[in-house]
C-alpha cells in the first residue's frame, strides 16, 4: 500500500507534468484542493485563485440544470471510475470554452485532466455547415 507522501508526490507529479488543465477534487466535498499552471493560460484563473473552490461553479450553469454536479458525478460514473465528459466551462472573462474532461476517481480524490477543444468544435460546425450548402447545391 502506498504511504501518503508517495500517493503526495505523484499528485504533484502529475500536475506539474500535464499539458493539459488538471484538477484534484475532494470526492466529498467538492472543492478544489490543487490546479496545474494550465488553468490560468485556459480560463484565466490564478492556480491559488481556485483552491477551496467548488468545481461546480467553474461549470457553466446550463450544463447541470436537472442535477447537481454531486449527483451527476454519482450517476455517471461507471464501476472503475472513469467516465469522460464535455463541459463549457466559465472562464474569468465569463466566456464558455468547451473542454473534454477524463474523469478518474481514486480513494477521496477525483483527478480532472481538462482538453481544450473549442477550436475541434469550430471546425466540426464549420463542416457541418458545409455538408449543409452542399446538400442544397445538390
Do not use: H
Request: hydrophobic fraction near 30%; proline fraction near 1%; charge should be negative.
Amino acid at each position: 500500500m502506498k504511504t501518503k507522501q508517495q500517493k503526495l508526490d505523484r499528485f504533484s507529479t502529475l500536475l506539474d507534468n500535464s499539458a493539459d488543465i488538471t484538477f484534484i477534487i475532494d470526492a466529498e466535498s467538492g472543492r478544489i484542493e490543487d490546479v496545474n499552471e494550465g488553468v490560468e493560460k485556459i480560463l484565466g484563473y490564478k492556480s491559488q485563485e481556485l483552491t477551496g473552490t467548488l468545481f461546480r461553479e467553474l461549470i457553466a450553469s446550463d450544463e447541470f440544470s436537472e442535477q447537481s454536479v454531486e449527483s451527476w458525478f454519482e450517476s455517471e460514473q461507471p464501476k472503475n471510475g472513469r467516465y469522460v465528459a464535455e463541459l463549457n466551462f466559465v472562464d474569468y472573462q465569463d466566456n464558455r470554452p468547451c473542454l473534454e474532461c477524463n474523469f478518474t476517481k481514486e480513494d477521496d480524490k477525483w483527478f480532472v485532466s481538462a482538453s481544450d477543444i473549442r477550436d475541434q468544435k469550430e471546425a466540426e460546425k464549420r463542416v457541418s455547415e458545409l455538408k449543409d450548402k452542399f446538400k442544397k447545391a445538390v
